[in-house]
């Protein structure tokens, strides 16, 4: 039987537009989903929309609309979005169907009948924007201290679910489980937050104040708090209490949400979970904010990022990229035009497409428009393409797993790079006028086969993409007949069809000011240069395998270095300052984004940095051991 993998979305308040915050949970969770079908996994994807409470009824009001009615107009936004960005989610949640109704006032009724709920006369500080009440000495400076908005003070019989009861099961359970809440600093966050006493939490509101809700099955003058109601969304789409094959098929779920709303999905929600008596959450993973320069977006700001105008202006597949290349998941992450640019450049045009672009006219001229059977002796370089290609999808599978996404897709690019290094080195042009047809043969398999398999796995992030490139290779682009499988699967005599560029370069938008010019031209004239131009250089730790003297050449020495994920050959002038034996085991810095050179006929792929004085000569190295491989920045 196949592993099973549930993985959800919150639900987002539909008064909401859509913005860069809720499109990253949702391809976040849309991308996980993907790679772990490639895995051969059964999946569910679960997201919808949260549909109860104070402000959905105010605004509704305001349009002069029934609460339904006005819903129904306003999911709209979020099912067009996610259509648009190509999210393939197995169900959409509304928590006013029927469905889910009817789960939640089957959970109230059965709590309140095992005396989990009782009522009480409160008095306390309400905000109406989050329809939470505060302490007093939560307020900061008497406003909410989550959305700083101001406070009303009201006092009224409710109705509490028996919270506080499993405040010391709660933080036992997160000890023994560190899988449970991540990264591991938010697990350290909501142990902090249950080092105070846990109070019961407040599930009703009156009728008389709010109408717009589920009833409770035991006081038809209230409906229920609309986070009690919400989160039970997870359970109630799988087929809680009405389908037990399905909720057993497919529970426990991974929960993704933003760092936000941490504290309603890792305190509340299992404590309901615990009084229902049901298994908890595999893993619930808070991620961070993207944040224009170091502020979070917000409408009050104006800075709010729409995902469907950076899909219409860039492409969507180029928005899911740079999206999950850009964010380490967990931390927060700045989202800046020059940047979004910059990456898509530097990955897609320059690497991605510009090697399928050499590939497919490579194959069409030399080789009649068919992928050729590679034949002949392997070389070094043909072996090492060959394992790195191999490697690949546990090296996928393994990042993926731990919820290192970016990573997984920078392995997936180093495959791209070292194929294009590949090329180069191989100079299968050369090969061709020299009627090298086996040498030939063999160079364009192995650059079409890295191909297959970079398509492949980078599908779940860049579905419509990948899917051009399988076709202009010849494959299948439906993603039913997706396999990731070891090296040599492309078969020989595949025709291939050669299409447009995928990736045309992106030109930056010339914004500069004549003040902004003026400095510009102050700093050419001192020789400064800023921070973007700096970032594109890409320095790395290299640890020296081997050395030798280049023959007839005084001052250079022929190095194999170490990167961690891959080994380079490098040329280097110091051979009047280090003999071989002295290179090798150095850690060094390394320059790796240089393009190819030949020093003497001896293929060069990256430069050493050192310092200089007079005839003294010092490489720049680190201080203590590292590992091969570290970026340096």
Same mark, same amino acid.
Not at 495 to 502: I, M, W
């Given at each position: 039987?196949?592993?099973?993998?549930?993985?959800?979305?919150?639900?987002?308040?539909?008064?909401?537009?859509?913005?860069?915050?809720?499109?990253?949970?949702?391809?976040?969770?849309?991308?996980?989903?993907?790679?772990?079908?490639?895995?051969?996994?059964?999946?569910?994807?679960?997201?919808?929309?949260?549909?109860?409470?104070?402000?959905?009824?105010?605004?509704?009001?305001?349009?002069?609309?029934?609460?339904?009615?006005?819903?129904?107009?306003?999911?709209?936004?979020?099912?067009?979005?996610?259509?648009?960005?190509?999210?393939?989610?197995?169900?959409?949640?509304?928590?006013?169907?029927?469905?889910?109704?009817?789960?939640?006032?089957?959970?109230?009724?059965?709590?309140?009948?095992?005396?989990?709920?009782?009522?009480?006369?409160?008095?306390?500080?309400?905000?109406?924007?989050?329809?939470?009440?505060?302490?007093?000495?939560?307020?900061?400076?008497?406003?909410?201290?989550?959305?700083?908005?101001?406070?009303?003070?009201?006092?009224?019989?409710?109705?509490?679910?028996?919270?506080?009861?499993?405040?010391?099961?709660?933080?036992?359970?997160?000890?023994?489980?560190? /899988?449970?809440?991540?990264?591991?600093?938010?697990?350290?966050?909501?142990?902090?937050?249950?080092?105070?006493?846990?109070?019961?939490?407040?599930?009703?509101?009156?009728?008389?104040?709010?109408?717009?809700?589920?009833?409770?099955?035991?006081?038809?003058?209230?409906?229920?708090?609309?986070?009690?109601?919400?989160?039970?969304?997870?359970?109630?789409?799988?087929?809680?209490?009405?389908?037990?094959?399905?909720?057993?098929?497919?529970?426990?779920?991974?929960?993704?949400?933003?760092?936000?709303?941490?504290?309603?999905?890792?305190?509340?929600?299992?404590?309901?979970?615990?009084?229902?008596?049901?298994?908890?959450?595999?893993?619930?993973?808070?991620?961070?904010?993207?944040?224009?320069?170091?502020?979070?977006?917000?409408?009050?700001?104006?800075?709010?990022?729409?995902?469907?105008?950076?899909?219409?202006?860039?492409?969507?597949?180029?928005?899911?990229?740079?999206?999950?290349?850009?964010?380490?998941?967990?931390?927060?992450?700045?989202?800046?035009?020059?940047?979004?640019?910059?990456?898509?450049?530097?990955?897609?045009?320059?690497?991605?497409?510009?090697?399928?672009?050499?590939?497919?006219?490579?194959?069409?001229?030399?080789?009649?428009?068919?992928?050729?059977?590679?034949?002949?002796?392997?070389?070094?370089?043909?072996?090492?393409?060959?394992?790195?290609?191999?490697?690949?999808?546990?090296?996928?599978?393994?990042?993926?797993?731990?919820?290192?996404?970016?990573?997984?897709?920078?392995?997936?690019? /180093?495959?791209?790079?070292?194929?294009?290094?590949?090329?180069?080195?191989?100079?299968?042009?050369?090969?061709?006028?020299?009627?090298?047809?086996?040498?030939?043969?063999?160079?364009?398999?192995?650059?079409? /086969?890295?191909?297959?398999?970079?398509?492949?796995?980078?599908?779940?992030?860049?579905?419509?993409?990948?899917?051009?490139?399988?076709?202009?290779?010849?494959?299948?682009?439906?993603?039913?007949?997706?396999?990731?499988?070891?090296?040599?699967?492309?078969?020989?005599?595949?025709?291939?069809?050669?299409?447009?560029?995928?990736?045309?370069?992106?030109?930056?938008?010339?914004? /500069?000011?004549?003040?902004?010019?003026?400095?510009?031209?102050?700093?050419?004239?001192?020789?400064?240069?800023?921070?973007?131009?700096?970032?594109?250089?890409?320095?790395?730790?290299?640890?020296?395998?081997?050395?030798?003297?280049?023959?007839?050449?005084?001052?250079?020495?022929?190095?194999?270095?170490?990167?961690?994920?891959?080994?380079?050959?490098?040329?280097?002038?110091?051979?009047?300052?280090?003999?071989?034996?002295?290179?090798?085991?150095?850690?060094?810095?390394?320059?790796?984004?240089?393009?190819?050179?030949?020093?003497?006929?001896?293929?060069?792929?990256?430069?050493?940095?050192?310092?200089?004085?007079?005839?003294?000569?010092?490489?720049?190295?680190?201080?203590?051991?590292?590992?091969?491989?570290?970026?340096?920045?």
């Amino acid at each position: 039987m196949k592993e099973r993998f549930y993985v959800t979305t919150p639900i987002y308040y539909v008064n909401d537009e859509p913005h860069i915050g809720h499109a990253y949970t949702t391809l976040l969770a849309d991308v996980l989903a993907g790679f772990q079908r490639i895995f051969g996994r059964d999946v569910y994807f679960l997201t919808g929309t949260d549909e109860h409470g104070q402000k959905l009824q105010d605004a509704a009001g305001r349009n002069n609309r029934p609460p339904l009615e006005y819903c129904d107009e306003m999911v709209v936004r979020f099912k067009n979005v996610w259509k648009k960005l190509g999210i393939k989610n197995d169900d959409f949640i509304r928590t006013t169907e029927t469905r889910h109704k009817t789960v939640v006032a089957q959970i109230l009724r059965k709590i309140y009948d095992d005396g989990e709920i009782y009522s009480d006369n409160y008095e306390g500080w309400y905000c109406i924007h989050d329809e939470r009440f505060w302490t007093e000495k939560d307020l900061l400076n008497g406003n909410c201290p989550d959305c700083n908005r101001p406070v009303s003070k009201i006092t009224e019989k409710n109705y509490f679910f028996k919270m506080s009861k499993y405040q010391d099961w709660l933080i036992d359970y997160i000890d023994k489980n560190p /899988e449970f809440i991540q990264p591991d600093f938010r697990r350290n966050e909501v142990l902090g937050f249950l080092r105070q006493p846990l109070g019961d939490l407040c599930i009703s509101r009156p009728k008389s104040r709010l109408s717009w809700g589920i009833e409770l099955p035991f006081d038809k003058d209230y409906v229920c708090y609309v986070w009690f109601d919400a989160l039970i969304n997870y359970i109630s789409a799988i087929g809680y209490l009405s389908d037990d094959v399905s909720f057993n098929r497919w529970w426990p779920a991974l929960h993704l949400i933003g760092k936000d709303i941490l504290t309603t999905h890792a305190v509340y929600w299992p404590c309901m979970l615990k009084a229902m008596g049901l298994e908890q959450p595999r893993t619930i993973f808070a991620h961070g904010w993207w944040l224009s320069g170091e502020t979070k977006m917000s409408k009050s700001l104006g800075n709010v990022i729409k995902p469907l105008e950076l899909a219409d202006k860039y492409g969507v597949d180029a928005l899911r990229y740079f999206l999950i290349r850009e964010m380490t998941l967990g931390q927060d992450s700045t989202y800046s035009e020059e940047s979004f640019i910059s990456r898509y450049n530097s990955d897609l045009a320059n690497d991605l497409g510009n090697l399928l672009s050499r590939v497919m006219k490579m194959v069409s001229s030399y080789t009649e428009g068919r992928v050729p059977a590679p034949a002949g002796d392997k070389t070094d370089s043909d072996r090492e393409l060959e394992q790195r290609g191999s490697d690949l999808l546990d090296s996928v599978r393994n990042k993926i797993e731990s919820f290192k996404l970016n990573q997984a897709a920078e392995d997936i690019l /180093e495959l791209v790079r070292g194929t294009n290094r590949y090329v180069e080195m191989n100079r299968p042009w050369d090969l061709a006028k020299n009627n090298d047809m086996d040498r030939l043969s063999t160079v364009l398999y192995n650059a079409a /086969e890295s191909l297959r398999i970079v398509s492949g796995l980078l599908s779940p992030v860049m579905p419509e993409k990948c899917a051009a490139i399988r076709h202009q290779l010849g494959l299948p682009s439906d993603d039913h007949s997706l396999k990731i499988t070891g090296w040599g699967e492309l078969k020989p005599g595949t025709a291939v069809k050669p299409g447009d560029g995928l990736f045309p370069r992106i030109q930056k938008p010339k914004t /500069e000011t004549v003040a902004e010019a003026k400095e510009s031209i102050t700093e050419l004239q001192e020789g400064l240069i800023g921070f973007e131009e700096f970032g594109k250089i890409k320095l790395r730790t290299a640890k020296v395998i081997s050395a030798e003297k280049v023959e007839k050449a005084d001052k250079l020495l022929k190095l194999r270095i170490d990167l961690g994920s891959e080994q380079r050959q490098i040329v280097a002038g110091v051979a009047q300052y280090y003999t071989p034996e002295q290179m090798i085991g150095k850690t060094l810095i390394v320059v790796t984004n240089l393009k190819p050179a030949k020093i003497r006929g001896i293929e060069s792929n990256g430069m050493l940095l050192a310092a200089k004085s007079g005839k003294e000569l010092v490489l720049v190295t680190t201080e203590g051991e590292i590992t091969p491989g570290a970026d340096i920045g």
